[in-house]
């Protein structure tokens, strides 16, 4: 998968906020051997392992196969690589209108743990949320 694949399928799935990635900016992260890319054929994820801790960065996938388990498995997967690399918590940012998002972490084990006021948009607060892995 090419950053321009990555960012294309980013934009088609977040058009507003959160702000759609470039090509030029996943390439940069993907530089850092401190985050990961997982992918399938219809969706990616990108997480961060700092220490003990990782970071759930992005989770996307095609708006034509949602809900066919491509989130559910990229989560197992992203689990698996962050202990595998030394985590014991996993932190994400959820925006607070993506009811879809929220009820399949809830359901894969997060928890909420904190709000950011408006860090989206007026209005569209960063929901903090934690699981233990």
């Not at 972490?105 to 233990?132: H, Q």
């Amino acid at each position: 998968m090419t950053s321009d694949f990555l960012a294309d399928l980013h934009l088609r799935c977040f058009r507003a906020h959160p702000r759609p990635w470039s090509a030029a900016e996943i390439e940069d992260l993907l530089s850092s051997q401190l985050n990961f890319l997982l992918h399938r054929p219809q969706g990616f994820l990108i997480g961060r392992t700092v220490a003990d801790e990782a970071e759930l960065l992005t989770v996307a996938v095609s708006p034509n196969a949602r809900r066919q388990g491509v989130a559910r498995d990229l989560l197992a997967e992203f689990s698996d690589t962050a202990r595998g690399r030394g985590a014991v918590e996993a932190f994400l940012e959820v925006a607070s209108d993506n009811d879809a998002a929220r009820a399949l972490y809830l359901s894969d084990g997060w928890a909420n743990v904190g709000l950011r006021r408006n860090y989206y948009a007026p209005g569209i607060d960063a929901v903090l949320m934690r699981r233990a892995l």
